[in-house]
T-cell receptor
């Protein structure tokens, strides 16, 4: 079975600085998708960024980018120019052939003014 | 185009009662997924449905839990004879293919 591990329960960053959240996963599949979701206190799950495993190029969405290392099964999220509104729980997720998402336990990000 | 709609947003039930959680997928989405989030945890898959069919229920507890997605109307997650351990946030998501849109969840509290 696939597993997703987020080794940082909590992280903090100064406003305007850069922070990287770690995620590793385990799978025997070759085709899959990886996601980062943001969950603010409102509880809404917001898709931040998505990466297809067959694409070598790292996905980027404005201030959010990933470092996808397929051989190492690593998928980290970099947030540049951090803003107060970035404070939230961040979940890494895997989706393979079964279509269901497998989530990590999350990283709580605090942004300090 | 409204997002995935879940109701109620909060639900309080006494032990032994039934809980019914509703989910209306985004227009045009035919796949519905239910996830449960316990405190301090990520979301855990429960069940995947298409219209009138359960595709994957590998994450559903064997007893007391059931789900349906009828031809007309919302998807329903039903929990019979609730216990304190059922207290959690329940999320519904819909998808036409890879990449989900989540609803805002229903927080179930069992007292």
């Amino acid at each position: 079975a696939q597993t997703v591990t987020q080794s940082q329960p909590e992280m903090s960053v100064q406003e305007a600085e850069t922070v990287t959240l770690s995620c590793t996963y385990d799978t025997s599949e070759s085709d899959y998708y990886l996601f980062w979701y943001k969950q603010p206190p409102s509880r809404q799950m917001i898709l931040v960024i998505r990466q297809e495993a067959y694409k070598q190029q790292n996905a980027t969405e404005n201030r959010f980018s990933v470092n996808f290392q397929k051989a190492a099964k690593s998928f980290s999220l970099k947030i540049s120019d951090s803003q107060l509104g970035d404070a939230a729980m961040y979940f890494c997720a895997y989706q393979g052939g079964s279509e269901k998402l497998v989530f990590g336990k999350g990283t709580k990000l605090t942004v300090n003014p | 185009n409204a997002g995935v709609m879940q109701n109620p947003r909060h639900l309080v039930r006494r032990r032994g009662q039934e809980a019914r959680l509703r989910c209306s997928p985004m227009k045009g989405h035919s796949h519905v997924y239910w996830y449960r989030q316990l405190p301090e945890e990520g979301l855990k898959f429960m069940v995947y449905l298409q219209k009138e069919n359960i595709i994957d229920e590998s994450g559903m507890p064997k007893e007391r839990f059931s789900a349906e997605f009828p031809k007309e109307g919302p998807s329903i997650l039903r929990i019979q004879q609730v216990v304190r351990g059922d207290s959690a946030a329940y999320f519904c998501a819909s998808s036409p293919s890879y990449g989900y849109t989540f609803g805002s969840g229903t927080r179930l509290t069992v007292v």
